[in-house]
């Protein structure tokens, strides 16, 4: 391909700057650090405005430290009003990005028409802790100081996420609660250092809050949920995990004084029959709950679930003492008349009894779950299960599910006579790791589900190509489908890629071929060219080499945004050179991670057409 077929490439990102070593820095430092902390107190106690105070500790390491000593009381009087029309902002730094420096230079970046709304931090959890002594001089993490900074230059904070921030204590807290009134939303993770001061201030100072998830606090006692019980009256969302002195009274404490709660998560604790009791009796407004690898709840605890008349969700997860009597109890006219999602997980005391009363009871039920349920169902059970919702269900879910009994070396040839001839709203089929379901089961999700939009069928070695291409042709005429995921699934070749990019055509967003080891060139050089529309496409770990990708570029996929070539060992240079010579395509994500042929210098030639390069 000349030249004179190049599309205009993408905007050539900008390099950043060599990072310097450390006896640089040292021979650069401002000599203003050299400076009294009283001297320097009173220097910048004369600006007003939180951002200019946030531009000078971005460029001072001891004013950094020093601002979070400093109280509003002590600044001057003088604000700075920003215009009535400001563009509201969201941030997320993750990983070594994650520090306070980082929350300084990002409270520059506020000018007068922007404001940070969201914020969520993700630091990774260190292998061993390291003693408050050697933490106390360096800003290489989040620490209060950085929370400092941010609750003083981002008063209209909404919401503010804190996973694995070990160093971040009450006064981080504290900051937010003092200037922040407006959060509405409050996550923390693995929070080491905050105590029942720090959350007690933030129920105080922050009336508005309407979500609050805490996972793993060891030091959160009762005394924050009674606080934010009285305090957060517009709560609607609570979650807590992994809490060891939370007890039922604090629980106790959200569920009976909340009015506004809709959302119940808890994880990882122990629960008692009293607090499923009241969820019951008390909050008709619970709309949405969820226990995980709960215990200490008996059969009787559980059997209240079902008379909680506004529950719309429910999940349950490897919960200990929850058995087929919890729900086969149940009263036939009120008992989850309005359910419309069940999420099952790892709960292998359940039989099929369970199964059937719930999808019956259940009856606007649209999104079922079951998820590691080997041995645990029968094939038999999920049948009548599907026939009894077959009219509402719009998603099916079954992953890593083993189902026993006559049906499930059903073939593709032979009729579902056993399954329900229609599911007209069934919209989105998944299936992962599941035994007992092959070809059949997949024929009749393209007989009876005309509507079905999404279809993911990973890791399936029962499904074959034969199985697949039926499938399309049950849909034919019907065809809404816009994406597929057969990652994993070692039997299928190019004659499923042939079918479903015959049969999908320019509907198709989204392929998944992810370990797909018998898909060829034959079957990837068609895809571009029969799917034009393609945002996402997953080749990795596929038998394909260069010609494939030549052919895939010259398809000109103007939509595709993401593109993986993991683990495919046959492409070399000629694959960067064909992408090199269309500027990269529109991709923002290539992953060439695992393919050996590939030299770094050709590499760094695509990468300032593409946003993120994975190799």
């Known amino acids: 391909m000349g030249d004179s077929h190049r599309r205009p490439g993408k905007r050539r990102k900008i390099g950043s700057p060599a990072k310097e070593s450390r006896d640089d820095r040292a021979l650069c430092q401002d000599l203003i650090d050299d400076l009294p902390d009283e001297c320097l ?17 971005a460029v001072s390491r001891k004013w950094l430290a020093l601002q979070a000593s400093m109280r509003r009381s ?26 306070d420096w980082r929350l300084a230079a990002m409270a520059i970046g506020i000018d007068a028409c922007e404001v940070l709304t969201h914020l969520s931090v993700m630091e ?41 921030c070990i160093k971040v204590s009450d006064r981080g807290l504290a900051a937010i609660a003092q200037n922040c009134s407006a959060l509405k939303n409050l996550e923390l993770t693995n929070a080491f250092s905050v105590t029942d001061r720090g959350l007690m201030l933030i129920a105080s100072g922050c009336p508005n809050l309407a979500s609050l998830r805490l996972t793993a606090c060891p030091s959160v006692t009762d005394r924050s949920l009674v606080a934010f019980s009285r305090h957060s009256t517009l709560l609607n969302s609570f979650a807590v995990a992994q809490c060891p002195l939370i007890t039922d009274h604090g ?11 809709e959302t119940l998560k808890i994880s990882s604790m122990k629960l008692g029959d009293k607090v499923v009791q009241a969820i019951a009796c008390h909050r008709k407004e619970i709309k949405l709950l969820s226990l995980e690898k709960v215990w200490g709840s008996s059969v009787i605890g559980y059997s209240w679930i079902a008379e909680a008349s506004g529950l719309r969700a429910l999940s349950l997860d490897a919960c200990e003492g929850l058995t087929d009597g919890c729900f086969v109890r149940a009263s036939p006219s009120i008992s989850f008349a309005g359910l419309t999602k069940v999420s099952l997980k790892s709960c292998p005391s359940l039989t099929d009894l369970s199964l059937l009363a719930l999808t019956k009871l259940a009856v606007k039920l649209e999104n079922l779950h079951l998820e590691n349920f080997r041995g645990v169902f029968s094939y038999r059970g999920l049948v009548f299960a599907l026939e009894n919702c077959s009219h509402t269900l719009k998603e099916l879910n079954l992953v890593n599910c083993g189902f026993y009994g006559h049906g499930t070396e059903q073939q593709e040839g032979e009729p579902c006579f056993l399954l329900p001839q229609r599911c007209p709203a069934l919209q989105t089929v998944k299936l992962e790791e599941c035994e007992g379901l092959g070809d059949g089961f997949v024929v009749w999700v393209g007989q009876a589900c005309k509507s079905v939009a999404d279809v993911s069928f990973v890791r399936m070695g029962s499904i074959t190509d034969r199985g697949i291409t039926s499938f399309l042709k049950q849909l034919k005429g019907w065809n809404e489908i816009t994406r597929v995921d057969l990652s994993g699934c070692t039997r299928l070749g190019d004659r499923s890629v042939w079918a479903v990019t015959r049969e999908c055509k320019g509907r198709l967003r989204s392929l998944a071929l992810k370990g797909c080891g018998r898909v060829t060139d034959r079957g990837a050089s068609v895809i571009t060219r029969r799917c034009g529309r393609l945002v996402e496409l997953d080749l990795g770990g596929c038998n394909i080499g260069d010609e494939a990708v030549e052919k895939l570029v010259e398809g000109d996929p103007s939509d595709l945004e993401s593109l993986s070539l993991a683990g495919c060992a046959e492409i070399t240079d ?15 994500r290539l992953n060439l991670t695992g393919c050996p042929r590939l030299s770094r210098s050709r590499i760094h030639l695509i990468k300032p057409y593409i946003d993120e390069v994975e190799y």
């Open 41 to 57: 107190l009173l220097i910048f106690s004369l600006l007003p405005a939180p951002r200019d105070r946030c531009r000078c500790a």
């Open 574 to 588: 000629r694959t960067l050179q064909a992408l090199d010579e269309y500027g990269g395509l529109c991709l923002n």
């Open 124 to 164: 990774t959890l260190p292998s061993c802790p390291l003693p408050p002594l050697q933490h106390a001089g360096n800003h290489r993490h989040i620490s209060d100081v950085g929370l400092f900074v941010i609750a003083q230059a981002c008063t209209d904070l909404r919401s503010l996420a804190l996973h694995n």
């Open 251 to 261: 629980i106790l404490s959200i569920v009976v004084l909340q009015t506004k709660l």
């Open 74 to 99: 002590e600044f001057g009087a003088n604000a700075v009003l920003l215009p009535e029309a400001r563009q509201e902002m969201s941030r997320c730094i993750k990983g070594s990005e994650a520090n």
